[in-house]
């Protein structure tokens, strides 16, 4: 089993920066993909950035790509959801997600084994 807990998030002004973390419980953070999703109000969860079990691979959303950028240190168990740029359309729950694949690194939202329980990140304009 693994338990997954996002912090970080808060209210920003249009234009600032936000550091998300996620930390996990659990043996098989090393050998688990990670990824970031997130939902507005009224909206799908959409795909946000996801990352490889030992790091050397990255994708992101349309939305994101350039602004986000995510990481993780699997000697903490943790992984990072680094946030420039925000714009009041990023304003949405973000969730920390887990999938225990060796070779795997999904974006969808289906093939994730674990979830957390959400970090509000809101921007004003």
């Known amino acids: 089993q693994v338990q997954l807990v996002e912090s970080g998030g808060g209210l920003v002004q249009a234009g600032g920066s936000l550091r998300l973390s996620c930390a996990a419980s659990g043996r098989t953070f090393s050998s688990s993909a990670m990824g970031w999703f997130r939902q507005a109000p009224g909206k799908e969860r959409e795909f946000v950035a996801a990352?490889?079990?030992?790091?050397?691979?990255?994708y992101y959303g349309d939305s994101v790509k350039g602004r986000f950028t995510i990481s993780r240190d699997n000697a903490k168990n943790t992984v990072y959801l680094q946030t420039n740029s925000l714009k009041p359309e990023d304003t949405a729950v973000y969730y920390c997600?887990?999938?225990?694949?060796?070779?795997?690194?999904?974006?969808?939202?289906?093939?994730?084994?674990?979830w957390g329980q959400g970090t509000q990140v809101t921007v004003s304009s």
């Open positions: 990352i490889s079990c030992n790091g050397g691979t990255t």
């Open positions: 997600a887990a999938k225990i694949s060796y070779y795997y690194t999904p974006t969808d939202i289906y093939e994730y084994d674990y």
